[in-house]
């Protein structure tokens, strides 16, 4: 919905986004209800690495002022693109009863397009060839998406080491077919799911593959990261460091994508963590691009006002 009422002439002429709950001037993001209020965009200032070799080019650096510099900030309990809607397990039209629910993942198809948007080639503009060197997902600076403590996702706890994957069966990510050891079975709904290419728009490639432990060619890949691995990481305290890359070392952030060994130096030999996850499923998850297909698989995740928050330090992949 915000794109329809922020991206227009007038709305990227002005820079500025701050939609209306009650659609009524003077009202923007719910001020005059304390929802929130339209307040001047800070970007993240810290180092960008060598993998930027056009400034000012790419959109998605200082993201998002290349579009916008003003846009809305909720308050304390509210939520949405106009602040109009309540944060997670809260309800009311003042957003002050909190409820236990099932809620719907309706934003899988939002972080499959972010994952497309933030790992595609820059446009460089009519005449020129795009350039494909980087990743802002992967290999880029950290970053907290939506500074919001209290939003969680659900996530595969995979330090089970071995050669087995718990949720591969079809209640879940789909079991292996029978038939063919790198696809999945008939039996699961994502059978027959098309893996979309984010490099040609409107194309389809095969259907999600999967051949666990099958990257024969790195025996090293061929297991799940040790518990002990995590809890090495989880004692980095500095988020990022310069520059800011993959070849960073003592840095969390890229820790956890898995450029480092355990302490935290960065070592190109090494594949840990979330890198060394997608590589063991092998197919589909071991493509960075397409990673997103496979997440779109998560329909329902229960929030309920009972549950406790994550603990600090807690990692999603």
């Not at 503009?125 to 494909?132: I, L, V």
Request: proline share 7%; hydrophobic share 30%.
């Amino acid at each position: 919905m915000w794109v329809s009422l922020c991206l227009f002439l007038l709305g990227l002429q002005s820079g500025q986004c701050c939609p209306s709950p009650t659609a009524m001037v003077g009202d923007e993001c719910g001020s005059n209800t304390g929802r929130g209020q339209c307040v001047t965009i800070m970007a993240d200032s810290r180092c960008q690495g060598p993998q930027y070799p056009y400034p000012g080019r790419d959109d998605r650096v200082r993201w998002p002022l290349r579009f916008f510099n003003i846009s809305y900030q909720h308050n304390s309990k509210f939520s949405g693109y106009n602040c109009g809607q309540c944060k997670h397990v809260l309800a009311g039209s003042n957003c002050d009863q909190r409820i236990c629910m099932l809620h719907y993942f309706l934003w899988a198809q939002y972080f499959v397009w972010s994952n497309y948007y933030s790992v595609s080639k820059t446009y460089l503009g009519s005449g020129q060839a795009s350039f494909g060197g980087v990743d802002f997902s992967y290999e880029g600076p950290g970053f907290d998406m939506l500074d919001d403590p209290t939003f969680a996702l659900p996530y595969w706890n995979f330090d089970i080491k071995g050669r087995e994957c718990d949720i591969c069966n079809n209640e879940l990510l789909g079991a292996r077919s029978t038939l063919d050891m790198s696809s999945i079975s008939a039996n699961s709904v994502f059978c027959h799911k098309p893996v979309f290419c984010p490099y040609r728009q409107g194309t389809e490639s095969s259907p999600i593959r999967r051949n666990l432990a099958g990257y024969v060619a790195r025996p090293m890949v061929q297991k799940l990261p040790e518990p002990q691995d995590v809890l090495n990481y989880l004692e980095l305290n500095t988020f990022d460091t310069p520059l800011c890359y993959f070849t960073s070392s003592k840095s969390f952030t890229n820790s956890i994508e898995g450029y480092s060994v355990p302490r935290g130096a960065y070592d190109p030999v090494i594949c840990s963590l979330n890198n060394l996850a997608h590589l063991f499923l092998n197919g589909t998850g071991g493509q960075t691009h397409l990673l997103a297909e496979e997440d779109r698989r998560l329909k329902k995740i229960p929030f309920c006002c009972l549950s406790p928050p994550l603990p600090k330090g807690s990692l999603t992949f």
